[in-house]
């Protein structure tokens, strides 16, 4: 049973940073393209930013390229996102995402990802 556990969420100011994780198990982490999305109060949820299972190729939203950063380490089987000068309008549930079934491509769309953590809290206060 594959679990995803989200974590490094909290209330932040405007301009400051965090740093999320999601702490993957029960299936081989070191395959999977992983994803982070993230949905505010009444919005959809959005594609943050993905990256593949050796982490050669990722994606990013083109809007927070240069502020947010994805990674991984396939030996603790964790996935991060760090995000700099952050804003109000980051404000949002952030989720991370995993999927083992496309090998060729990696996924930028909700129905690209199987499996899904609870999600981790972020606000942005100014």
């Known amino acids: 049973q594959v679990q995803l556990v989200e974590s490094g969420g909290g209330l932040v100011q405007v301009g400051g940073s965090l740093r999320l994780s999601c702490a993957a198990s029960?299936?081989?982490?070191?395959?999977?393209?992983m994803g982070w999305f993230r949905q505010a109060p009444g919005k959809e949820r959005e594609f943050v930013a993905s990256?593949?299972?050796?982490?050669?190729?990722?994606k990013y939203v083109e809007f927070l390229r240069g502020r947010f950063t994805i990674s991984r380490d396939n030996a603790k089987n964790t996935l991060y996102l760090r995000m700099n000068s952050l804003k109000p309008e980051d404000t949002a549930t952030y989720y991370c995402?995993?999927?083992?079934?496309?090998?060729?491509?990696?996924?930028?769309?909700?129905?690209?990802?199987?499996?899904w953590g609870q999600g981790t809290q972020v606000t942005v206060s100014s």
């Open positions: 995402a995993a999927d083992w079934s496309d090998t060729y491509s990696l996924p930028q769309t909700v129905a690209g990802y199987r499996y």
């Open positions: 029960g299936r081989t982490f070191s395959s999977a393209n």
């Open positions: 990256i593949n299972w050796n982490s050669r190729t990722t």
